[in-house]
């Protein structure tokens, strides 16, 4: 299987969760939060990210309200999205966030930490879930399609 470089982000108004993952594309885990500043900062500290990861795409949690539509806060992700991706010069893949802060919540309670004194962890965790997801996407397709394109040995 072909390696590969994602970062996850979770993008709020004050900060961004960011995540990556492992050359094989098994396993995301959370890397740091920005704190929100200015575009030009964070797209700094990202494209740091990028050059020591060799990152190849960007996710990116999309916030769906929960009837699946596209909201206010959906719509500032996509812009900002289309603002990175043009800075950055890397394609943007979007993933369903909904649930996604709510789970890392419950995550960080099972191990007995605040996530009220915690939001930076919690956006952390967020983006790794959001990446995760994504990754176990892009295999589940990849199997398909190898499944799609051997022969059936029963057919011959």
């Given at each position: 299987?072909a ?10 108004r004050?900060?961004i969760?960011v995540?990556g993952?492992?050359?094989t594309?098994?396993i995301?885990?959370?890397l ?7 575009f030009?900062?964070?797209?700094d500290q ?11 795409v960007l996710?990116?949690g ?7 539509s ?6 500032q992700?996509?812009k900002?999205?289309?603002?990175l991706?043009?800075?950055l ?5 979007y993933?369903?966030?909904?649930l996604?802060s709510?789970?890392?919540?419950q ?12 939001k930076?962890?919690i956006?952390?965790?967020?983006a ?5 997801q994504?990754?176990?996407?892009r ?14 040995s029963?057919?011959m």
């Open positions: 299987m390696r590969i470089s994602a970062l996850g982000l979770d993008v709020g004050k900060r969760g995540a993952c492992d050359g594309g098994l995301a885990t959370g740091t939060t920005i704190e929100y500043k200015s030009v900062q964070v797209v990202l494209r740091d990210l990028i050059q020591q990861r060799q990152v190849q996710v990116v999309l916030p769906y309200s929960m009837d699946g596209l909201g206010f806060q959906a719509k992700v996509q900002f999205a289309k603002r991706t043009a800075a010069q890397l394609p943007v893949e993933m369903d966030e909904r996604t709510f789970q890392a919540e995550l960080l309670q099972a191990e007995n930490i605040s996530p009220s004194r915690n930076a962890l956006d952390r965790k967020a790794a879930l959001i990446l995760q994504w990754l176990d996407q295999r589940s397709q990849k199997m398909q399609d190898s499944a799609m394109t051997t022969p059936n029963a057919l």
